[in-house]
């Protein structure tokens, strides 16, 4: 058989591509579902760092060291569910969540030496991560959790955190008068309709924000908004001292000296041309930001207020002049002094924040957040995997469509066999599954196929056989008379006579066989009454019963039902049934025709006491051509056909028929057929009350 055509390659290949399928649709489901749960895993753990982030920094922009950093790193451990460090750039311990599980209030290292020691006799921590997760430093931001670097608004974002004021920080007293100043301010705005707020940025200044867009009727109102722009004692002392660290700066660079503002801006007394750039982007503070400047919460921020322009004489709201032409000189000018500008200020804070440090962000067992990278040897690791799955398939397959073709295969070869007319084995049965009930039922199949070809063999035998005696007869008969040894008078007429009738007889009963086993057996079914019916077959054969002294008897008991039966065909069953009994009762004995109900069918027995049949040929009395004495003559056995007949007649009325017997006791044929219910018009057969005797 071609590989294409065969079972098990089908199964073979129906179970690869289902296998194949189920592994790539299984691969990109868990890709997609697991690139989907890493981007938002990883999303929300860049969330929670630079929240992280956030904090630490605001802590190092607002402490000169360190100190009392373990117990913030320790609550931000606990909020977010990770393991934080603060290490030095040479390495040595800052702080570790890690090694304070929960020292109480008031414990824990908190001085920031950094060594870790709060374990105690306890385990180390575990080892930190390869690479830090960020360097904190609030004089510089880094580009892996804020914008530094990038363009904000078309210009640089300030590197230098917000929260770092150092000397600009405002005293209670300058805060306190700067608070009331503003709350003036924000009364007289509200009594000329224009709605207003304070806020503060992280050096304590208040600020007064305008709510809406009446900016210009709060310019307009004459509520002294000009007041707070106006710096104090201690931010005139740190301007100065800023200054001063610029001008250095410029002059190191060769340009002149600027005079620097409170937003910090800056201005040439040059009159040619003023310069207006601020250093640190204009933004407005934060919604959720506390009113008192001095408390802060995890990653809240407060930004500087906007640059404040001023005009030459150092007041605010003066006319600001700028050139009508910026020179290439002019522009390198400005970018130098936003850069010395930069450097000063870090340089003046350095002194009032806390020093570098690296930040180490992991899970609480120690190990780095991990990201997905399908990396080459992942992508192998999934194609091993996936043929591994293949190969298991198609192995597993293979197995199983072997056993499942082998029953198969031997099927075909008994199937063959038993076309080419060759003897045909029983083909072995080993598991009791679909396979196997087939195999069984083709053995049952083969097994009732010979048992019918020994039939018909056997038939077309008896019926060449009962066909030759006749015919060889009615030939002896004749040469006998060509040869003048037989006398063509009457007797040999009627011998002749006798012989073509018994052939006769022979192909009626095959013809009725035929229309039977083809299903062309026509009855014309009428109302039948049983003692009626049964009266015309004792009728008939009252002459040979008497000829072979056998006692006839008809026993109808009432009340018998009318059936709906062929009356001819009736007849000839029951009259078929009647003359075996007849002929094989001796003389002396009886016949006996009764009818009965039994349950829903109607009884109609043949009984005699004849010589009976023996247990073991009891099965095989309605089979065609059987005789229980095999020497028997055909002329006083009869052709053999006329209990297969009856059975056939029968079952044609949907009756079926069975046979008693006991050997020297005579047999008992029953006819049962249905008839039907009282009440359908057909009533009662009450012809005959008593029993009748013939």
Request: aromatic fraction near 4%; proline fraction near 9%.
């Amino acid at each position: 058989m071609p590989l294409r055509k065969s079972l098990l390659m089908r199964l073979l290949a129906v179970s690869a591509l289902v296998a194949a399928c189920s592994v790539v649709a299984t691969a990109w489901l868990a890709v997609q579902t697991t690139s989907g749960a890493i981007r938002e895993q990883q999303g929300r753990n860049l969330t929670d760092d630079t929240r992280i982030y956030n904090t630490l920094r605001g802590h190092a922009a607002t402490h000169p060291r360190w100190d009392g950093v373990q117990r913030t790193v320790r609550e931000l451990a606990r909020t977010y569910d990770r393991r934080i460090a603060l290490t030095t750039p040479d390495g040595r311990t800052v702080a570790d969540s890690a090694a304070d599980p929960d020292p109480g209030p008031g414990t824990g290292p908190g001085s920031g030496s950094g060594s870790g020691s709060a374990l105690g006799a306890g385990e180390p921590p575990p080892e930190l991560p390869s690479r830090p997760a960020a360097r904190v430093d609030p004089l510089t931001s880094d580009a892996a959790f804020l914008p530094g670097g990038q363009e904000t608004g078309g210009r640089a974002a300030d590197p230098i955190d917000p929260r770092a004021v150092g000397p600009f920080r405002l005293p209670r007293e300058e805060r306190t008068v700067l608070r009331q100043t503003a709350r003036r301010i924000v009364t007289c705005l509200t009594s000329r309709g224009v709605a207003s707020d304070i806020v503060y940025t992280p050096s304590g200044r208040p600020r007064v924000q305008i709510v809406g867009d009446k900016t210009d009727v709060a310019e307009n109102a004459r509520c002294g908004l000009d007041s707070l722009a106006e710096p104090t004692r201690t931010e005139q002392k740190a301007l100065k001292a800023l200054n001063t660290l610029s001008d250095a700066c410029l002059q190191r660079k060769g340009h002149r000296g600027v005079r620097l503002g409170l937003g910090l801006t800056w201005h040439t007394p040059d009159p040619a041309w003023t310069s207006l750039s601020p250093v640190t982007p204009s933004a407005r503070p934060a919604p959720d930001e506390p009113p008192d400047p001095g408390v802060l919460r995890p990653g809240a921020t407060v930004p500087l207020p906007a640059p404040a322009p001023l005009d030459e004489g150092g007041g605010a709201g003066a006319e600001k002049r700028r050139p009508l032409f910026l020179t290439p000189e002019d522009s390198e000018r400005d970018r130098a002094i936003a850069t010395c500008v930069d450097s000063s200020r870090q340089e003046q804070l350095t002194a009032h924040v806390s020093p570098p440090a690296l930040l180490y962000i992991g899970d609480t067992d120690g190990t780095t957040v991990p990201g997905f990278d399908l990396s080459p040897r992942n992508t192998a690791k999934i194609a091993g995997v996936a043929a591994g799955v293949l190969a298991l398939t198609v192995g597993a397959t293979v197995i199983a469509a072997t056993r499942l073709v082998r029953p198969l295969r031997a099927l075909t070869g008994a199937a063959q066999r038993m076309k080419d007319g060759e003897r045909t084995e029983p083909v072995p049965v080993t598991t009791d599954n679909e396979v196997g009930r087939l195999a069984a039922a083709f053995n049952d199949m083969a097994a009732h196929r010979a048992r019918l070809e020994a039939q018909r063999r056997a038939m077309v035998s008896d019926v060449a056989h009962e066909l030759r005696t006749p015919l060889s007869n009615i030939r002896g008969w004749l040469e006998g008379a060509q040869d003048g040894v037989a006398e063509p008078d009457a007797a040999f007429v009627d011998s002749l006579l006798e012989e073509a009738v018994q052939l006769q007889h022979i192909i009626d009963d095959l013809r009725d066989l035929a229309e039977a086993d083809a299903g062309a057996l026509r009855l014309r079914p009428v109302p039948v009454r049983p003692a009626e019916l049964l009266g015309q077959v004792a009728s008939a054969h009252q002459a040979r019963a008497d000829e072979a002294g056998t006692d006839l008897r008809v026993e109808v008991p009432h009340p018998v039902p009318v059936l709906s039966a062929d009356p001819v065909r009736l007849r000839q069953a029951v009259g078929n049934l009647l003359s075996n009994a007849v002929r094989h009762t001796p003389r002396g004995g009886s016949v006996t025709l009764r009818a009965a109900v039994r349950g829903e069918r109607l009884a109609i027995e043949v009984a005699d006491t004849g010589q009976g049949i023996a247990a073991e040929d009891l099965p095989y009395v309605f089979d065609r051509f059987w005789r229980a004495e095999k020497s028997r003559s055909r002329r006083t056995g009869g052709s053999g056909l006329g209990l297969a007949i009856v059975r056939k007649l029968t079952e044609a009325h949907g009756g079926a028929v069975t046979v008693e017997s006991e050997p020297g006791r005579g047999s008992v044929f029953t006819l049962l057929l249905p008839f039907d219910p009282p009440g359908d018009g057909a009533g009662a057969d009450r012809a005959d009350r008593d029993t009748t005797a013939v």
